[in-house]
């Protein structure tokens, strides 16, 4: 197989798919994202699903464009950039054909991927069975296996714990504190201190618990429920880190790009 023919379907257009997605296209592989018409990343500055909303959106050089149509996906790829598609249980897949197709919505369960969707079906993390729903699971763990390509069984149990950065885990994430409409004047790479507040739910604060850098922040306007994750700072308090794609997904795009060049070139 011509390998620059392979076509790659990624359900999902959040800060790992992205990940995804940027590294394949750089590897000159076909990229397709579907998405849900409401996507709510946190990591808008990092994430192609914000196409949704804006029509395109550039990451490190490389651009994502809205599509609505399988002709608009092949003129996308002739002019060398990726095309999203708003399409969330992911249908275009019976008209594309797709050589491989990836779950990447990270929904810590499986909704609605069979191992007979593609050639080569992945699963990101926990959620798919590596030999049963999927063909490859990559372990999205933070820790010594993160980014593994597991070819029988399952990811690592989900911690609840956020990944430590600049010594922080939860504290340096930031949740609404209640159900509502979460309204925000601040913007990411913006500098900020313990106990600001960040945004309003209705009439609650949403304040951060250290200093540095708002790395994440969902978008002013978006409804919220209790508990969701509203964004995130990043206490080594670099700016530049809130435009590049963080080195957690690099690593599980590399997994994904080994299961991929594993399975087809042969």
């Not at 798919?17 to 018409?37: D, G, I, S």
């Not at 933070?142 to 950065?165: C, Q």
């Not at 504290?171 to 309204?183: D, H, I, L, N």
Request: with cysteine; charged share 25%.
């Amino acid at each position: 197989m011509n390998l620059s023919n392979l076509k790659i379907c990624i359900r999902g257009g959040g800060e790992l798919a992205t990940a995804l997605a940027h590294r394949l296209y750089r590897c000159n592989f076909k990229v397709l994202l579907t998405e849900t018409a409401n996507p709510q990343a946190v990591r808008r500055q990092i994430a192609f699903c914000e196409a949704v909303h804006h029509g395109s959106q550039e990451v490190e050089g490389v651009i994502a464009k809205l599509v609505s149509s399988p002709d608009e996906i092949d003129a996308a790829w002739r002019d060398g950039v990726i095309p999203l598609m708003v399409d969330p249980e992911t249908k275009i897949k019976d008209i594309i054909k797709p050589d491989v197709l990836i779950d990447a919505i990270i929904a810590k369960k499986n909704l609605g991927v069979n191992i007979t969707d593609a050639p080569l079906v992945i699963g990101l993390g926990i959620g798919f069975c590596a030999g049963k729903d999927v063909h490859v699971v990559i372990e999205t763990n933070r820790g010594h296996n993160l980014g593994r390509v597991i070819l029988d069984g399952e990811a690592e149990a989900d911690t609840g714990v956020p990944g430590v950065i600049g010594g922080y885990s939860r504290e340096r994430v930031f949740r609404a504190p209640k159900e509502g409409q979460f309204k925000t004047s601040k913007d990411i790479g913006e500098y900020v201190k313990a106990g600001d507040t960040v945004a309003m739910v209705d009439n609650c604060p949403v304040k951060v618990e250290i200093d540095g850098i708002i790395r994440g922040l969902l978008a002013d306007g978006t409804t919220v429920y209790k508990g969701m994750k509203a964004g995130d700072v990043d206490p080594r308090g670099k700016k530049e880190y809130c435009y590049t794609i963080s080195e957690k997904g690099r690593t599980i795009a590399g997994g994904a790009l080994e299961a991929i060049l594993s399975c087809f070139n042969k």
